[in-house]
């Protein structure tokens, strides 16, 4: 096949004008913004989603898409005249639930057209969910300002502002005594927001049993929660009243034995709500002397310039006694803080004989002063390392408690 034709071919895959079908499942035609995330499917009848996206002469365009579900993502993008100037795949071809990722600088102004499809487009035969994140890198004012970070992402009907990000590799182990097929918690995340914000929560992992992702504001099972902290006027009873200011999801494995692996949390806030936040991870555990648990934690964009109190509470009567360090990479310092009330906590507001109880029938945790936690009060938004471990040996379970806000905007 000569070059030309071979380009004919290339650009008649790509460019392939959608066909409105009886059919729900139909390939999308759908504007997108910058900063925005966006989560859909591919299938072997919607094969291929455009992305419409309004474009300034200058803007350096970056554009990614994580696949899972067995696909195998590709992407192209049309300038303002329908002609294809860049693609994922000139330098790398991504693997099965792996990240197609292309960037270009506009040479032209108006509307381009961002094509999420798969590897062999038409002929291809991987389907799949795609989380597609697109940026404009000449926003980016200062370095603090990660390009790939998510400022707003869309989940369900909501477009929600991202608070706050962090991950961890579930590695709990199941009991032997679990019916396959039965439904095994192992964690919870609850928040309750302040001053106005309305929480969601987005839990990202390839191995959820209902979906790979899934957002939920449900204020199922909150009734009852008891919240008692310093940055609360008083001690606060969730009712029915609180449904706007709680979510609650639960991470969840069947029975099967598979791990979950890497997990991702993101908070976020309703329609652009603003305010404080207090959100609980429950179900985390030290288990001997080796054992370390480290979350990898990143503030919002749009909250990088406030303080994130994280605090880790043992379990009443266990003998874990944590210790929380925070790892600064650009300094090469690492931040420790170890027993609340101490000199190497003395930036932390003191929570001792501040209580949690997640639901009417949920475990009591109360912070005393061998509890730990840490401060994100770096200007610079990074990903940051966090590592909690026991003391002396110490083991046993516990809880993390995350302080922030979200400012207006």
């Given at each position: 096949?000569?070059?030309?034709?071979?380009?004919?071919?290339?650009?008649t895959?790509?460019?392939?004008?959608?066909?409105?079908?009886?059919?729900d499942?139909?390939?999308?035609?759908?504007?997108?913004?910058?900063?925005?995330t966006?989560?859909?499917?591919?299938?072997?009848?919607?094969?291929?989603?455009?992305?419409?996206?309004?474009?300034?002469?200058?803007?350096?365009?970056?554009?990614?898409?994580?696949?899972?579900?067995?696909?195998?993502?590709?992407?192209?993008?049309?300038?303002?005249?329908?002609?294809?100037?860049?693609?994922?795949?000139?330098?790398?071809v991504?693997e099965?639930?792996?990240?197609?990722f292309?960037?270009?600088?506009?040479?032209?102004?108006?509307?381009?057209?961002?094509?999420?499809?798969r590897?062999?487009?038409?002929?291809?035969?991987?389907?799949?969910?795609?989380?597609?994140?697109?940026?404009?890198?000449?926003?980016?004012?200062?370095?603090?300002?990660?390009?790939?970070?998510e400022?707003?992402?869309?989940?369900?009907?909501?477009?929600?502002t991202?608070?706050?990000?962090?991950?961890?590799?579930?590695?709990?182990?199941?009991?032997?005594?679990?019916i396959?097929?039965q439904?095994?918690?192992?964690?919870?995340?609850?928040?309750?927001?302040?001053?106005?914000?309305?929480?969601?929560?987005?839990?990202?992992?390839?191995?959820?049993v209902?979906?790979?992702?899934?957002?939920?504001?449900?204020a199922?099972?909150?009734?009852?929660?008891?919240?008692?902290?310093?940055?609360?006027?008083d001690?606060?009873?969730?009712?029915?009243?609180?449904?706007?200011?709680?979510?609650l999801?639960?991470?969840?494995?069947?029975?099967?034995?598979?791990?979950?692996?890497e997990?991702a949390?993101?908070?976020?806030?309703?329609?652009?709500?603003?305010?404080?936040?207090?959100?609980?991870?429950?179900?985390?555990?030290?288990?001997?002397?080796?054992?370390?648990?480290?979350?990898?934690?990143?503030?919002?964009?749009f909250?990088?310039?406030?303080?994130?109190?994280?605090?880790?509470?043992?379990?009443?009567n266990?003998?874990?006694?944590?210790?929380?360090?925070?790892?600064?990479?650009?300094?090469?310092?690492?931040?420790?803080?170890?027993?609340?009330?101490?000199?190497?906590?003395?930036?932390?507001?003191?929570?001792?004989?501040?209580?949690?109880?997640?639901g009417e029938?949920?475990?009591?945790?109360?912070?005393?002063?061998?509890?730990?936690?840490?401060?994100?009060?770096?200007?610079?938004?990074?990903?940051?390392?966090?590592?909690?471990?026991?003391?002396a040996?110490t083991?046993?379970?516990?809880?993390?408690?995350?302080?922030?806000e979200?400012?207006?905007?």
């Open positions: 096949m000569n070059r030309h034709l071979h380009l004919l071919v290339i650009l895959l790509f460019i392939i004008i959608p066909v409105i079908s009886a059919q499942d139909q390939p999308l035609v759908t504007p997108i913004s910058y900063g925005m966006i989560n859909e499917t591919i299938t072997d009848i919607a094969f291929f989603d455009w992305w419409q996206l309004d474009v300034s002469l200058g803007d350096k365009i970056v554009v990614s898409m994580d696949a899972e579900d067995g696909l195998q993502p590709l992407l192209g993008l049309l300038d303002s005249t329908g002609e294809l100037v860049a693609r994922s795949d000139l330098q790398t991504a099965i639930n792996g990240t197609a292309l960037q270009y600088d506009a040479l032209t102004e108006g509307q381009h057209t961002i094509i999420a499809t590897e062999g487009r038409d002929l291809g035969t991987t389907t799949g969910s795609y989380v597609l994140s697109v940026n404009n890198r000449i926003e980016t004012e200062t370095p603090r300002v990660d390009p790939f970070m400022t707003e992402f869309r989940c369900d009907e909501w477009v929600l991202n608070a706050l990000t962090f991950r961890f590799n579930e590695n709990v182990e199941l009991p032997e005594e679990i396959p097929g439904v095994t918690e192992f964690y919870r995340f609850f928040v309750y927001g302040l001053d106005g914000f309305e929480p969601v929560i987005r839990l990202q992992s390839a191995l959820l209902d979906r790979p992702l899934d957002c939920t504001d449900s199922l099972a909150t009734e009852g929660t008891q919240l008692s902290f310093p940055i609360l006027d001690q606060i009873t969730v009712t029915e009243a609180d449904a706007d200011a709680v979510s999801v639960t991470l969840t494995n069947s029975g099967e034995g598979e791990p979950l692996g997990v949390v993101t908070l976020g806030a309703k329609e652009g709500t603003s305010g404080r936040f207090i959100l609980i991870m429950e179900g985390l555990a030290i288990s001997d002397r080796n054992d370390t648990d480290e979350i990898i934690v990143r503030r919002g964009p909250a990088d310039e406030n303080d994130l109190d994280i605090y880790a509470i043992g379990y009443p266990s003998r874990l006694d944590p210790i929380v360090s925070l790892y600064d990479p650009e300094t090469d310092i690492e931040k420790l803080c170890d027993d609340i009330g101490t000199d190497s906590c003395s930036d932390l507001i003191d929570i001792v004989e501040s209580t949690v109880v997640i029938d949920g475990a009591s945790y109360s912070a005393d002063r061998f509890d730990s936690a840490v401060r994100f009060d770096n200007e610079a938004n990074i990903r940051q390392s966090m590592i909690v471990k026991g003391r040996s083991s046993g379970n516990y809880l993390l408690v995350f302080v922030g979200l400012p207006a905007r």
